[in-house]
T-cell receptor
Framework: AQSVTQPDIHITVSEGASLELRCNYS??????LFWYVQSPGQGLQLLLK??????LVQGIKGFEAEFKRSQSSFNLRKPSVHWSDAAEYFC??????????FGKGTRLSVIA | DGGITQSPKYLFRKEGQNVTLSCEQNLNHDAMYWYRQDPGQGLRLIYYSQIVNDFQKGDIAEGYSVSREKKESFPLTVTSAQKNPTAFYLC???????????FGSGTRLTVV
């Protein structure tokens, strides 16, 4: 069965520091991969997605992610975090028309 | 502007009562989804529909029911059979395939 693991439940970083959120997946074929962000009490907003091609994808708000097939990973990065990036981040995986499978999320806190 | 609307944002119901959550989209998307979100558990799929008049159970369908009579609408009924209905419910839509979802802003249901 497909699964998505986000190993870090909660991460705290200082404003201006770099960020990496981890995502590992278990999937039979080449999956579609997504990162979403959720502010408290709100829906999810798509940050970026990977279908094929260049394994480094750029998204909104200065985020990027790298697909590494050998490691079954799709980690999200940002070179310099802003206080407004504090939120919950979800990695999701899909294939064809099957519904997306989401990880349990990583909560990001940003300190001054 | 096109989007997906969930209503109401907050809903309170007495134990044993059925309650229906509304989800409407004007994006002309074929597929619609209902997820349940609990703290620390990520998003879990309740039901999904890839075409009008057809829907499938997700991972946690017990105690829930849906209908898809119109392309724009995918209401979710939380029945009295759902043992722990208090949660945050998210509706999403997509054009099908793994192009990513557009999410509504959610309904927080509290059963007292």
């Amino acid at each position: 069965a497909q699964s998505v693991t986000q190993p870090d439940i909660h991460i705290t970083v200082s404003e201006g520091a770099s960020l990496e959120l981890r995502c590992n997946y278990s999937y039979g074929a080449t999956p579609y991969l997504f990162w979403y962000v959720q502010s408290p009490g709100q829906g999810l907003q798509l940050l970026l997605k990977y279908f094929s091609g260049d394994t480094l994808v750029q998204g909104i708000k200065g985020f990027e992610a790298e697909f590494k097939r050998s490691q079954s990973s799709f980690n999200l990065r940002k070179p310099s975090v802003h206080w407004s990036d504090a939120a919950e981040y979800f990695c999701a995986v899909g294939e064809g028309n099957t519904p997306l499978v989401f990880g349990k999320g990583t909560r990001l806190s940003v300190i001054a | 502007d096109g989007g997906i609307t969930q209503s109401p944002k907050y809903l309170f119901r007495k134990e044993g009562q059925n309650v229906t959550l509304s989800c409407e989209q004007n994006l002309n998307h074929d597929a619609m989804y209902w997820y349940r979100q609990d703290p620390g558990q990520g998003l879990r799929l309740i039901y999904y529909s890839q075409i009008v008049n057809d829907f499938q159970k997700g991972d946690i369908a017990e105690g829930y029911s849906v209908s898809r009579e119109k392309k724009e609408s995918f209401p979710l009924t939380v029945t009295s059979a759902q043992k722990n209905p208090t949660a945050f419910y998210l509706c999403a839509s997509s054009t099908g395939g793994a192009v990513g979802y557009t999410f509504g802003s959610g309904t927080r249901l509290t059963v007292v």
